[in-house]
C-alpha cells in the first residue's frame, strides 16, 4: 500500500509532513489534523537543550493554537518505529484511537497505529 491509497485528507497529510522533512533535511516530519479540519506540521527539532520529535513538535502547534482533539496523524520517516512518547503526545490531545500512519519519504506506507 502507498500512501496515495490513504483517503485524500490524510494523503493531505503526507505532503505537509514531507514538506516539513524536506524543507530542513530532518530526519522526520509530521503533520497532524484537528477536531475541525485544520492541519499543522512539524519536523525533529534536536537542539543542544531541546529535542522533540517532528510529530510531538506538531502535536504542539495544534495545541498551541487551541486545537480540543485530533482526528489523524502521520509521521514520515525511514522505518515503522515509533517511539512511544509519540504516541502519547497524540493521545494527550486527541485520546485513544486517533490514527497516525508512519510512511517512508517514497511514499510507502511502513505502518498504521492507533493512539
Do not use: C, P
Not at 502521520?74 to 517511539?83: N, Q
Request: no cysteine; glycine share 12%.
Amino acid at each position: 500500500m502507498t500512501a496515495t491509497e490513504l483517503s485524500a485528507e490524510d494523503a493531505k497529510l503526507v505532503t505537509l509532513a514531507r514538506g516539513a522533512r524536506g524543507r530542513v533535511g530532518a530526519a522526520e516530519g509530521a503533520a497532524v489534523r484537528d477536531e475541525t479540519g485544520r492541519t499543522y506540521s512539524g519536523a525533529t527539532v534536536a537542539l543542544d537543550s531541546l529535542a522533540l520529535s517532528a510529530l510531538q513538535l506538531a502535536v504542539a502547534q495544534a495545541a498551541a493554537s487551541g486545537a480540543r482533539g485530533l482526528e489523524a496523524a502521520v509521521v514520515v520517516r525511514r522505518d515503522a518505529g515509533l517511539a512511544d512518547d509519540d504516541l502519547a503526545a497524540v493521545r494527550a490531545l486527541g485520546g485513544a484511537g486517533v490514527t497516525v500512519h508512519v510512511v517512508a519519504s517514497d511514499g510507502s506506507l511502513l505502518a498504521t497505529l492507533t493512539s
